[in-house]
T-cell receptor, first 114, second 113 residues
Framework: AQSVTQLGSHVSVSEGALVLLRCNYS??????LFWYVQYPNQGLQLLLK??????LVKGINGFEAEFKKSETSFHLTKPSAHMSDAAEYFC????????????FGTGTKLQVIP | DSGVTQTPKHLITATGQRVTLRCSPR?????VYWYQQSLDQGLQFLIQ???????AKGNILERFSAQQFPDLHSELNLSSLELGDSALYFC????????????FGPGTRLTVT
C-alpha cells in the first residue's frame, strides 16, 4: 500500500520568507511523487513531479522539492514566499510499477502574511 | 486553464435525489478520473475510465456510478443522495491509461440539503 503524510494542515509564512511544506511517503516499491497546488475555487494544478530521474526537482512558480529515499521525504520549498503563493498544497504518491492509482495527502494550506 | 471542463459548477439538491455530473477531458486524452474532495476525507479517488472502459476503482460508493461515452466525455451519477455526499467533485484526464500526470478540471460543488 502507498500513502503520504503531510505535516501541518496550516502553515503561515511572511512574504519573502522561506516556504517549507513537509511530505513523507510510504511505498513498497520506488514511488512517483507529486506536488499539486489548489487555488481557491479551482482545480488542482501540478507543481512538480519526481519520476526517478534527478532527486532535486524544479517546478513552476519557483518551487522545488527533493526526493530523499533515506528519509522517505519529498518536502516542497521556495526560497521567498509571494502573496500569490497562498493556496492549498497537496503531496501525492503513485507506485512506479504497472498501473497504480494516485494517493493524495490531506493537504497543507499556506498563508502568506504581508 | 487545464483544458478539462466540468458542468455544472454548482449543484444544490435534496437528500434522496439523483444528480449527474459531466466532464469533458482535454483534447486527445483517453483517460478520465473522478475524485471527491470533502473536508473530513480529503481528496479521494473514485474511479477511472480509459477509452470507454472502466480501468480502476477506488472508494466509490455503490450509489455512485460513472461511464465514459464514445466521444470520451464522462458522467458521474450520484443517487439516493445523503448529506455526507456534499463535496467538491473533480474530474481529471490524461493521455494514456497509466500516465504520471493528470490534468484537473475546476470541479463541481455539490450541496445536499
Amino acid at each position: 500500500a502507498q500513502s503520504v503524510t503531510q505535516l501541518g494542515s496550516h502553515v503561515s509564512v511572511s512574504e519573502g520568507a522561506l516556504v517549507l511544506l513537509r511530505c513523507n511517503y510510504s511505498s513498497s516499491v520506488p514511488p512517483y511523487l507529486f506536488w499539486y497546488v489548489q487555488y481557491p475555487n479551482q482545480g488542482l494544478q501540478l507543481l512538480l513531479k519526481y519520476t526517478s530521474a534527478a532527486t532535486l526537482v524544479k517546478g513552476i512558480n519557483g518551487f522545488e522539492a527533493e526526493f530523499k529515499k533515506s528519509e522517505t521525504s519529498f518536502h516542497l520549498t521556495k526560497p521567498s514566499a509571494h502573496m500569490s503563493d497562498a493556496a492549498e498544497y497537496f503531496c501525492a504518491v503513485r507506485n512506479s510499477g504497472g498501473y497504480q492509482k494516485v494517493t493524495f495527502g490531506t493537504g497543507t494550506k499556506l498563508q502568506v502574511i504581508p | 486553464d487545464s483544458g478539462v471542463t466540468q458542468t455544472p459548477k454548482h449543484l444544490i439538491t435534496a437528500t434522496g435525489q439523483r444528480v449527474t455530473l459531466r466532464c469533458s477531458p482535454r483534447s486527445g486524452d483517453l483517460s478520465v478520473y473522478w475524485y471527491q474532495q470533502s473536508l473530513d476525507q480529503g481528496l479521494q479517488f473514485l474511479i477511472q475510465y480509459y477509452n470507454g472502459e472502466e480501468r480502476a476503482k477506488g472508494n466509490i460508493l455503490e450509489r455512485f456510478s460513472a461511464q465514459q461515452f464514445p466521444d470520451l466525455h464522462s458522467e458521474l451519477n450520484l443517487s439516493s443522495l445523503e448529506l455526507g455526499d456534499s463535496a467538491l467533485y473533480f474530474c481529471a484526464s490524461s493521455v494514456g491509461t497509466n500516465d504520471v500526470e493528470q490534468y484537473f478540471g475546476p470541479g463541481t460543488r455539490l450541496t445536499v440539503t
